[in-house]
């Protein structure tokens, strides 16, 4: 599937994502584990935002400018509703440049959708746009081994991809950062999140 049809297929179900019986803390402890890791807490982002908000809430109430960006354009009319005062961007991510860098970016249960050729750069361009000591947290699958699939779990189509562990790890390393977490967090459920932080470069003196 291209990211367009992902959209589509997230279009069909954004109200799930929307209600109010969402749990809404998916995923929220290991945002606050990750922002522990942040030096300077000024602009965020969240890439495949989607509608509930619980993630832009979490950023605004630890001080950041927080931004979204989602595929969905009806994903993206619920968080704007939600969040009227918010920056919100409609676009791929594998096409979309970054405006500026990001102190922490958030890509939680998003980049897994893309083209399994677009893992290596989008992961790349993640880091790129981080600020000296900024931190990414993403999630991905707990393979091995690259992998690629379709399925129907969520009713629309869906499609996902990873790079697996030994290339992820291999990846961050070369895009010069460092994972500072990585964990099975739904085991026995192969879900894997991990966090990265760009290294701030020093002057010899």
Not at 103 to 109: L, P, T, V
Request: charged share 20%; aromatic share 10%.
């Amino acid at each position: 599937m291209k990211p367009q049809q992902v959209a589509e297929s997230y279009d069909q179900i954004a109200d799930v994502w929307n209600a109010d019986s969402f749990n809404r803390e998916n995923g929220i402890k290991q945002h606050e584990r990750a922002i522990t890791f942040v030096k300077q807490k000024f602009s965020a982002l969240d890439i495949g935002c989607g509608a509930s908000g619980r993630i832009i809430d979490l950023l605004v109430s630890h001080g950041f400018e927080a931004e979204g960006l989602d595929i969905s354009e009806k994903m993206l009319d619920f968080a704007r509703n939600r969040h009227p005062n918010q920056t919100f961007y409609h676009a791929d991510i594998c096409e979309w440049q970054f405006p500026r860098q990001y102190d922490f970016i958030s890509a939680w249960d998003s980049i897994w959708h893309l083209p399994l050729s677009q893992q290596q750069p989008v992961l790349t361009k993640l880091i790129d746009a981080l600020t000296p000591g900024g931190v990414l947290i993403f999630t991905t699958g707990a393979m091995d081994q690259p992998s690629e699939k379709n399925d129907k779990a969520m009713g629309p189509p869906m499609y996902y991809s990873v790079l697996g562990i030994p290339e992820t790890l291999r990846l961050i390393d070369k895009a010069g950062a460092v994972c500072r977490h990585l964990e099975y967090d739904q085991y026995p459920e192969l879900h894997l999140y991990l966090i990265v932080q760009k290294i701030a470069k020093t002057t010899d003196q």
